[in-house]
């Protein structure tokens, strides 16, 4: 926990709507497979994804291995996709935000606009603006 401090200068309010399109474009390419990736910030922006290599899996919520995870302090945190029109955090999903990363994305089918929420490593949802 403490690689992802309280610095306010790493504080995260806000995604580009590029970001939030390319997420939700690869939710519904993925589809009925999860789509994972990490989120890289700059100034409090989200404004680019990390794909991990093998990451990608039909089994649902073992997209991201712990071990796999890079230390990297431009990455705020993690985005998957959920098959169901769901975007609620699993048991799985909450025990791994806990260990990994400060803001999560979750997408959900069928995955417009609308249907993606942000989390905390509580899994209490998050207000994210969606900035041009
Ligand atoms: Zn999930």
Redesign the pocket.
């Given at each position: 926990m403490s690689l992802f401090g309280k610095d306010p200068r790493n504080e995260v309010r806000a995604i580009r709507r590029k970001t939030l399109n390319m997420i939700l474009e690869s939710s519904r390419s993925s589809f009925p497979n999860?789509f994972g990736a990490l989120l890289r910030s700059k100034e409090g922006v989200i404004h680019e994804l990390v794909l991990l290599p093998g990451t990608i899996s039909g089994s649902?919520?073992a997209i991201f291995q712990l071990h796999m995870m890079p230390i990297d302090f431009s990455i705020v945190g993690t985005v998957?996709s959920?098959p169901s029109p769901n975007f609620s955090?699993?048991e799985?999903?909450l025990d791994f935000f806990r260990r990994y990363g400060r803001i999560h994305i979750?997408t959900s089918y069928p995955f417009e606009e609308v249907d993606w929420a942000a989390y905390d490593l509580n899994g209490e949802e998050m207000e994210l603006e969606v900035v041009d």
């Amino acid at each position: 926990m403490s690689l992802f401090g309280k610095d306010p200068r790493n504080e995260v309010r806000a995604i580009r709507r590029k970001t939030l399109n390319m997420i939700l474009e690869s939710s519904r390419s993925s589809f009925p497979n999860e789509f994972g990736a990490l989120l890289r910030s700059k100034e409090g922006v989200i404004h680019e994804l990390v794909l991990l290599p093998g990451t990608i899996s039909g089994s649902r919520h073992a997209i991201f291995q712990l071990h796999m995870m890079p230390i990297d302090f431009s990455i705020v945190g993690t985005v998957h996709s959920h098959p169901s029109p769901n975007f609620s955090p699993s048991e799985a999903d909450l025990d791994f935000f806990r260990r990994y990363g400060r803001i999560h994305i979750v997408t959900s089918y069928p995955f417009e606009e609308v249907d993606w929420a942000a989390y905390d490593l509580n899994g209490e949802e998050m207000e994210l603006e969606v900035v041009d």
